[in-house]
């Protein structure tokens, strides 16, 4: 408990307040998992800046929960290291001072580090810090503990595993198959290959272009690319581009009223990622029922080895990946129970029954009604 704050109950006249931080508008993830605190009387604040996180923790009290999410905004802004150290212990400082007020708190561990990590010794004291702070640590990837536990420890915690919820009922839309495919100049003999999301080094658009140059009949492969790019790695991109490639190419945010079309065309989805634990590409993918190829990592087996619509390939290795694309593919269909299963409101309920669980418990639980 901070030596200037004492624990002080909450005001019974206000509903229960849900700090939440960072908050994208243009990641759907957080809007899905709220559904049902948001329904059930959850007072939610949301914010993107660490100042305005500052700001929202001086509020908190008893029977409140701060929920930290990507990491990245808390010490990875910084442009020096100076700075960095100096975020670092603002954030602490305003998570120490709320919880010693009686609020709650819950970390979810999206990445092991984050993407393109620049002060990578702070931001592992970050992730310590909140490991060994957390009431709860939440995570999506049933090997969470394993995979990052080279950089921190979660053996001894109290970890609580919900996965990534399904889109099913978000990107509806009008228009069938046939017409996304004609949309995109595609034939019925084009195998359409769809790489979504945002496109960055480490998610290995490289390696999913020299498959597909190394697959067989590679004349037959259309690769769709849809997601916001940097120019320079837009750049990269066209250099890579072999001149024989058919390809069909958005860089920019695919507004939501189009996303059905992409995935509609596509034959299948590929993540070709050198490093991934979570991936909201993935239950998209499984959302629109399209097979999907990852990389063959242990914790994606864990959680996705039974899916008869996803297909393996050795990491890293572009002839594997062009072999895995040059068989024969999962019928459409395969998917449908994944997406029914992990439902948004059915993930956000086992969400809501988390916090009331953390809220609600004096000691250390596995609130998780699931585990």
């Not at 004492?6 to 998992?33: G, I, K, Q, S, T």
């Not at 100042?51 to 010490?75: Q, S, Y």
């Not at 395969?334 to 409101?345: C, G, N, Q, V």
């Amino acid at each position: 408990m901070a030596a200037t704050e004492r624990a002080r109950p909450r005001d019974a006249e206000r509903p229960p307040r849900l700090a939440v931080f960072p908050v994208y508008r243009d990641n759907p993830y957080l809007n899905l998992m709220l559904l049902a605190p948001r329904a059930s009387g959850w007072d939610v604040v949301e914010s993107a800046r660490l100042e305005r996180f500052e700001r929202d923790l001086e509020h908190l009290g008893a029977g409140d929960v701060v929920h930290v999410h990507w990491t990245a905004p808390i010490v990875q802004r910084a442009d020096g290291a100076d700075e960095a150290s100096e975020r670092l212990g603002r954030f602490r400082a305003a998570v120490d001072t709320a919880r010693g007020r009686g609020a709650k708190v819950i970390w979810t561990v999206h990445n092991t580090l984050p993407h393109d990590v620049r002060h990578e010794d702070l931001e592992i004291t970050l992730n310590r810090y909140l490991s060994a702070t957390a009431d709860v640590v939440h995570v999506m990837n049933s090997d969470t503990s394993n995979v990052v536990a080279p950089h921190y420890d979660l053996s001894g915690r109290v970890v609580s595993h919900i996965p990534h919820p399904s889109y099913r009922g978000v990107y509806d839309g009008s228009g069938t198959r046939a017409e996304a495919r004609a949309r995109f100049g595609l034939g019925a003999e084009d195998l359409a290959v769809l790489f979504f999301g945002q496109i960055r080094p480490y998610k290995g658009v490289d390696l999913l272009i020299e498959a597909l140059e190394r697959a067989e009949q590679p004349d037959r492969f259309v690769l769709l690319l849809a997601g916001k790019t940097s120019q320079e790695d837009e750049a990269t991109i066209d250099r890579l581009l072999p001149r024989g490639l058919r390809t069909v190419r958005h860089h920019g945010y695919v507004d939501d009223a189009d996303v059905k079309q992409w995935f509609d065309a596509a034959d299948v989805s590929v993540l070709p990622y050198r490093r991934i634990l979570n991936s909201g590409s993935l239950h998209l993918a499984g959302t629109f029922d399209v097979p999907t190829v990852l990389p063959d990592e242990q914790h994606l087996r864990r959680d996705f080895g039974d899916e008869p619509w996803v297909r393996w390939f050795e990491p890293g290795n572009a002839a594997a990946l062009a072999h895995v694309l040059s068989e024969p593919l999962p019928a459409r269909g395969t998917a449908r129970d994944f997406s029914a299963r992990l439902a948004p409101f059915t993930v956000s309920r086992r969400y809501d029954a988390l916090l009331r669980a953390v809220v609600l418990s004096p000691h250390p639980v596995r609130p998780d009604p699931e585990a």
